[in-house]
T-cell receptor
Framework: GENVEQHPSTLSVQEGDSAVIKCTYS??????FPWYKQELGKRPQLIID?????GEKKDQRIAVTLNKTAKHFSLHITETQPEDSAVYFC??????????????FGKGTHLIIQP | DTEVTQTPKHLVMGMTNKKSLKCEQH?????MYWYKQKAKKPPELMFV???????INESVPSRFSPECPNSSLLNLHLHALQPEDSALYLC??????????????FGNGTRLTVT
């Protein structure tokens, strides 16, 4: 099955600086890569996703890049703000059969924005 | 506000009790999921329902019994749980696309404590 590795486990950056979180996946059949933000005591919320036919996607201060050859994808947050502090999870999914397939999550990165 | 509603928000049960977790969505999604999340860990897939049929069971112990009465509802029946089953139980839903790249929408979860 799929295995997703995520680094770093904790990331502390100064407010206004950029943050980068990196993930690798093992299943070459994976074709969908979402990123979720989870604040303490709350549900995971989708912040951005990328399909395998796209190399990069941007939404305001957030961008995701995908390198299918290296099986590697990254989340970039620019101009970080205190409200960006949370745990971020990357995930991957391969499409098999006619039904739905679950997401496999990385272990998470605790992002701390220092004022 | 979340479009996936889970009840109850909190549940405390003894090891001999029988209880049920409920999940409802009205987005027309035909895939529904149960995930288990322990503190400081990523969500772990338990079950997937596709078109109201169980399509994935991630080797979950039989003390957890899922049920999908219709396309909007998903239940998780609990019986003879162990203290280590205490966790946040997340329900999610998604469309079923041919590309397998539909995002998961999570509910706020049920925080379960087994005493």
């Amino acid at each position: 099955g799929e295995n997703v590795e995520q680094h770093p486990s904790t990331l502390s950056v100064q407010e206004g600086d950029s943050a980068v979180i990196k993930c690798t996946y093992s299943d070459s059949a994976s074709n969908y890569f979402p990123w979720y933000k989870q604040e303490l005591g709350k549900r995971p919320q989708l912040i951005i996703d990328i399909r395998s036919n796209v190399g990069e996607k941007k939404d305001q201060r957030i961008a995701v890049t995908l390198n299918k050859t290296a099986k590697h994808f990254s989340l970039h947050i620019t101009e970080t703000q205190p409200e960006d502090s949370a745990v971020y999870f990357c995930a991957a999914r391969a499409k098999r059969g006619g039904g739905a397939d679950g997401l496999t999550f990385g272990k998470g990165t605790h992002l701390i924005i220092q004022p | 506000d979340t479009e996936v509603t889970q009840t109850p928000k909190h549940l405390v049960m003894g090891m001999t009790n029988k209880k049920s977790l409920k999940c409802e969505q009205h987005m027309g999604h035909r895939a529904m999921y149960w995930y288990k999340q322990k503190a400081k860990k990523p969500p772990e897939l338990m079950f997937v329902y596709s078109y109201e049929k169980l399509s994935i069971n991630e080797s979950v112990p039989s003390r957890f019994s899922p049920e999908c009465p219709n396309s909007s509802l998903l239940n998780l029946h609990l019986h003879a749980l162990q203290p280590e089953d205490s966790a946040l139980y997340l329900c999610a839903s998604s469309q079923i696309g041919t590309g397998g790249n539909s995002p998961l929408h999570f509910g706020n979860g049920t925080r379960l404590t087994v005493t």
